[in-house]
């Protein structure tokens, strides 16, 4: 039975892009199907310490985010009201609801008496996208520099230069500091050097204070080109572990018990690897992977998936956590070995709840609600089932995840008033996280009829991206623990097909339709070998 056990291991495993299809005893398949120092967050506040004063241009300053919406969201009244028209921009209660491009990134670029609020750039440099490559947009922005604000005239004013400088150096810090991956263009960094050798000129203090910036950016870009070979060995690692098992299949007796037999520290030991994972998804992501865009937007939409490489690592740890618990549930022979096993990944689920690791916890979930496991009644018949009921309950997709999204906002306010690390932790179901993005682009346009930008749409999907990235700054409070990790990681694990043989091969087909699927996915499988 093991040699059996490695050999579908060994030809089977699923292929990159992979997700669990079984369907589950509860669970919709909502997206599983395709599977230093903190800032605070930036929408409701604004500078702390600003670097400059942040006076008015004669246009009205962007509100912090709370005072912009009410609970509802989109305003319905927004033209049945006073509206302002401020050189290309249009304001509804003093707030910005649209725009032309030209007037939204003129309104991004300091001046000596105006600045932008944090909630604009970060709305703008996030959105913008959408319309122009970012690579374009800082052209732009150095150009509106250079031109309108005279830095490349020697005759300028030193005195107005000295007082833009530091203004401009903000924003460029905000930019690379939010969103540092677009620094990865070389067409980025030479309009970056162009035109912050410009700012430096003369002036010792900028010229460090620009250093700085740029050191803190290379820095940010070298650690997520280690995270990628890091992920790149992980992938390798598997490759050779399946190999190793067609020549040697008594290593398929290492299990996942023999491993961590600690409920707790298993799932601190997941934590660890989802805050990991989610600390290098840039807040573009969101934005270039999964706006669907309709044939009007696609004539001026410059979205690249490629550049969501992070978000889809992220969302493939979800799809082999899965197949890694039902992987564990269906190797054991033994009946009684299985139940442990099950009852084990439920104490794990029901700490990830603890924690606030919400997408730990429904991997798990989906794993034992895969068909292959659920399927084995008499398993489940030695089975505690009460807590995985109660956790299945705080995980139903009933009410649109009501449970959930309850849960979800307690952790969130444990978070917003932690007094140790632990409490800090917020980590969402990150499917029903990206259908909630892609639910609120879907429901208005990029663009209105007169070919502003819609902005009052992008404050909101800037707002649910910014409590993402407030949630993924947090550092996890538990210690690394690389064995418990790596096995996570690189242990092999069934696909569909062979979880399907695994689970017939512990509990027997109960009728001919089960038996003869049985001989056709085992005949296909020793084929492949």
Same mark, same amino acid.
Request: glycine residues 2%; proline residues 5%.
């Given at each position: 039975?093991?040699?059996?056990?490695?050999?579908?291991?060994?030809?089977?495993?699923?292929?990159?892009?992979?997700?669990?299809?079984?369907?589950?005893?509860?669970?919709?398949?909502?997206?599983?199907?395709?599977?230093?120092?903190?800032?605070?967050?930036?929408?409701?506040?604004?500078?702390?310490?600003?670097?400059?004063?942040?006076?008015?241009?004669?246009?009205?300053?962007?509100?912090?985010?709370?005072?912009?919406? !009410?609970?509802?969201?989109?305003?319905?009244?927004?033209?049945?009201?006073?509206?302002?028209?401020?050189?290309?921009?249009?304001?509804?209660?003093?707030?910005? @609801?649209?725009?032309?491009?030209?007037?939204?990134?003129?309104?991004?670029?300091?001046?000596?008496?105006?600045?932008?609020?944090?909630?604009?750039?970060?709305?703008?440099?996030?959105?913008?996208?959408?319309?122009?490559?970012?690579?374009?947009?800082?052209?732009?922005?150095?150009?509106?520099?250079?031109?309108?604000?005279?830095?490349?005239?020697?005759?300028?004013?030193?005195?107005?230069?000295?007082?833009?400088?530091?203004?401009?150096?903000?924003?460029?810090?905000?930019w690379t500091e939010t969103f540092p991956y677009d620094f990865r263009d070389e067409r980025?960094?030479?309009?970056?050097?162009?035109?912050?050798?410009?700012?430096?000129? !003369?002036?010792?203090?900028?010229?460090?204070?620009?250093?700085?910036?740029?050191?803190?950016?290379?820095?940010?870009?070298?650690?997520?080109?280690?995270?990628?070979?890091?992920?790149?060995?992980?992938?390798?690692?598997?490759?050779?572990?399946?190999?190793? #098992?067609?020549?040697?299949?008594?290593?398929?007796?290492?299990?996942?018990?023999?491993?961590?037999?600690?409920?707790?520290?298993?799932?601190?030991?997941?934590?660890?690897?989802?805050?990991?994972?989610?600390?290098?998804?840039?807040?573009?992501?969101?934005?270039?992977?999964?706006?669907?865009?309709?044939?009007?937007?696609?004539?001026?939409?410059?979205?690249?998936?490629?550049?969501?490489?992070?978000?889809?690592?992220?969302?493939?740890?979800?799809?082999?956590?899965?197949? #890694?618990?039902?992987?564990?549930?269906?190797?054991?022979?033994?009946?009684?070995?299985?139940?442990?096993?099950?009852?084990f990944f439920i104490d794990v689920a029901r700490e990830c709840f603890n924690i606030g690791?919400?997408?730990?916890?429904?991997?798990?979930?989906?794993?034992?609600?895969?068909?292959?496991?659920?399927?084995?009644?008499?398993?489940?018949?030695? @089975?505690?089932?009460?807590?995985?009921?109660?956790?299945?309950?705080?995980?139903?997709?009933?009410?649109?995840?009501?449970?959930?999204?309850?849960?979800?906002?307690?952790?969130?306010?444990?978070?917003?008033?932690?007094?140790?690390?632990?409490?800090?932790? @917020?980590?969402?179901?990150?499917?029903?996280?990206?259908?909630?993005?892609?639910?609120?682009?879907?429901?208005?346009?990029?663009?209105?009829?007169?070919?502003?930008?819609?902005?009052?749409?992008?404050?909101?999907?800037?707002?649910?991206?910014?409590?993402?990235?407030?949630?993924?700054? @947090?550092?996890?409070?538990?210690?690394?623990?690389?064995?418990?990790?790596?096995?996570?990681?690189?242990?092999?694990?069934?696909?569909?097909?062979?979880?399907?043989?695994?689970s017939y091969e512990s509990e027997g087909p109960e009728n001919n339709t089960e038996k003869?699927?049985?001989?056709?996915?085992?005949?296909?499988?020793?084929?492949?070998?």
């Amino acid at each position: 039975m093991a040699k059996f056990f490695a050999e579908l291991l060994a030809c089977t495993l699923p292929e990159k892009g992979t997700s669990p299809v079984f369907e589950c005893r509860s669970q919709p398949h909502v997206g599983l199907r395709h599977v230093s120092k903190q800032r605070p967050a930036i929408f409701g506040t604004l500078f702390d310490k600003p670097m400059c004063d942040h006076n008015s241009d004669k246009m009205p300053q962007t509100p912090p985010f709370p005072a912009m919406f !009410g609970s509802s969201g989109y305003n319905n009244n927004l033209y049945q009201t006073k509206e302002e028209d401020y050189s290309g921009l249009y304001y509804h209660d003093n707030n910005l @609801v649209s725009g032309s491009l030209e007037a939204l990134i003129q309104h991004l670029v300091p001046t000596v008496a105006y600045y932008p609020d944090r909630t604009y750039i970060f709305t703008f440099l996030l959105n913008s996208r959408l319309f122009i490559h970012p690579h374009e947009l800082m052209s732009k922005v150095c150009h509106v520099c250079t031109d309108h604000q005279k830095l490349s005239d020697p005759s300028a004013d030193k005195m107005r230069i000295r007082k833009l400088a530091p203004k401009i150096l903000q924003l460029l810090t905000e930019w690379t500091e939010t969103f540092p991956y677009d620094f990865r263009d070389e067409r980025m960094m030479r309009s970056l050097k162009e035109l912050t050798l410009r700012l430096s000129t !003369g002036d010792e203090v900028y010229r460090k204070a620009v250093q700085q910036m740029t050191q803190t950016l290379i820095r940010k870009l070298a650690t997520h080109s280690q995270y990628e070979e890091n992920l790149a060995k992980i992938n390798s690692t598997v490759t050779d572990r399946l190999t190793v #098992l067609k020549t040697k299949p008594q290593s398929i007796q290492r299990d996942i018990l023999t491993i961590c037999s600690d409920t707790f520290t298993l799932a601190q030991q997941l934590t660890h690897i989802e805050l990991e994972r989610l600390s290098y998804i840039g807040p573009e992501e969101f934005v270039q992977a999964f706006v669907q865009k309709n044939s009007h937007d696609k004539k001026k939409s410059f979205t690249d998936r490629k550049k969501a490489s992070n978000l889809e690592a992220y969302m493939e740890w979800f799809n082999r956590l899965s197949f #890694l618990v039902a992987t564990e549930i269906c190797m054991p022979v033994k009946k009684k070995h299985r139940a442990r096993v099950i009852e084990f990944f439920i104490d794990v689920a029901r700490e990830c709840f603890n924690i606030g690791n919400f997408n730990s916890l429904m991997a798990i979930i989906s794993g034992m609600n895969m068909s292959p496991v659920s399927r084995l009644k008499k398993t489940w018949a030695k @089975v505690k089932t009460a807590k995985f009921d109660i956790l299945e309950h705080q995980m139903d997709p009933s009410s649109n995840f009501y449970n959930y999204r309850t849960a979800l906002r307690g952790a969130t306010q444990r978070s917003i008033t932690a007094h140790t690390s632990r409490e800090k932790i @917020v980590i969402p179901f990150f499917s029903l996280l990206i259908k909630d993005i892609v639910f609120l682009n879907e429901r208005c346009a990029n663009q209105l009829p007169n070919g502003h930008v819609n902005f009052e749409k992008f404050w909101d999907l800037a707002k649910q991206v910014d409590e993402f990235m407030t949630w993924k700054k @947090v550092e996890c409070p538990f210690e690394k623990d690389r064995k418990i990790q790596q096995y996570l990681l690189t242990a092999p694990i069934f696909s569909e097909d062979a979880l399907c043989v695994a689970s017939y091969e512990s509990e027997g087909p109960e009728n001919n339709t089960e038996k003869d699927t049985w001989k056709s996915l085992r005949s296909s499988l020793l084929n492949r070998m």
